[in-house]
């Protein structure tokens, strides 16, 4: 199935199973209903679907509205970097109402723009920078397990929250019946298979590249545990730090491009950890020029990896180094 289709299925299931919910955003129920995200949205008088101007600011004060008065709701948006329009409500409006218990929920969908050739858009591949303006709860979705572990827990649960999904990855294919396990028991961690020799974990919408490798260090007898991370703060990294005790190794794959980077706190928690192990990071799909095109492939270099693992000793008497 394709994973712009795929999670479409989940939200529309997910918004079926409410008795009072209102979903509204531009163009959510015409034209190409945001390239497919948002078709046949449920729209009856328990689910509203409603098409909205563009007045970013005004639908996220809203939505806060709403969930004040105790109606859920979602607002999607086009792309991530029109919420830059909005930060006064999600930060100065969201501080004084999160003093109050929530009375319902909202969620604010967007696309990240993480393909190289589109503009200044693609350069705002920096969710977790927004969530950091009012420590807002923000997960990426970058394989079909994770749509689901995301969208049923969080698309309708008290508080509000940003849920994203990548362009790039819109017309690809994905597993959606793979086995795979919400170890965190929040889609805050996400595992997707277990080995011996080391420890992957993707960040933001690396997933399709982490699984690639695990793939092609498998050809090589090398046996790696495959982690997810969709969520931009976690509140326990044990699954993961356990899982590097046994292995030794720790490589990080991200490709945001975030300066406040999820990768650097699990580092720090390993660290602080005193487990023995090497780690490899590789962070950077898009170019660090401001002016030149990035390219839209995102690739990591299986054999520096296979070479890295194979060569590296492991010292059981140091730290981890970082």
Not at 37 to 53: D, E, H, K, V
Not at 181 to 203: L, M, P, R, Y
Request: glycine letters at 6%; hydrophobic letters at 40%.
């Amino acid at each position: 199935m394709r994973y712009v289709d795929h999670i479409n299925t989940q939200l529309r299931a997910e918004i079926a199973d409410q008795d009072q919910i209102v979903c509204f955003g531009q163009n959510i129920t015409a034209g190409s209903c945001l390239s497919g995200l948002t078709r046949s949205l449920p729209n009856s008088s328990r689910q509203r679907a409603i098409n909205m101007p563009n007045c970013e600011n005004a639908l996220v004060a809203f939505g806060f509205g709403l969930m004040m008065q105790g109606v859920n709701s979602i607002y999607f948006v086009k792309q991530l970097d029109f919420l830059l329009l909005t930060c006064d409500q999600f930060v100065n409006t969201f501080n004084m109402v999160r003093l109050r218990p929530p009375r319902a929920s909202f969620t604010i969908v967007a696309t990240i723009v993480d393909s190289g050739y589109e503009g200044p858009q693609s350069r705002f591949n920096k969710l977790t920078e927004l969530c950091s303006l009012a420590d807002v709860p923000g997960y990426s979705i970058a394989n079909g397990p994770d749509a689901n572990f995301v969208i049923q827990r969080h698309l309708v649960a008290p508080g509000f929250r940003i849920i994203c999904a990548s362009q790039r990855l819109f017309g690809s294919e994905i597993a959606v019946n793979q086995a795979s396990e919400d170890v965190s028991g929040n889609a805050e961690i996400t595992c997707h298979g277990q080995g011996k020799d080391a420890t992957i974990v993707s960040f933001n919408l690396s997933y399709p590249q982490a699984n690639s490798l695990r793939k092609e260090l498998a050809v090589n007898q090398i046996r790696t545990s495959l982690y997810s991370v969709p969520a931009v703060q976690v509140s326990d990294w044990s699954p993961i730090v356990n899982d590097v005790r046994k292995t030794g190794r720790l490589i990080l794959i991200d490709d945001s491009r975030s300066q406040i980077r999820t990768t650097d706190r699990l580092r720090i928690t390993a660290l602080e950890a005193g487990i023995p192990c090497d780690i490899l990071p590789v962070y950077r799909r898009l170019s660090e020029s401001h002016i030149s095109p990035n390219d839209d492939r995102f690739t990591v270099d299986a054999e520096q990896v296979r070479a890295f693992l194979l060569s590296a000793k492991i010292d059981t008497a140091r730290p981890c180094n970082g």
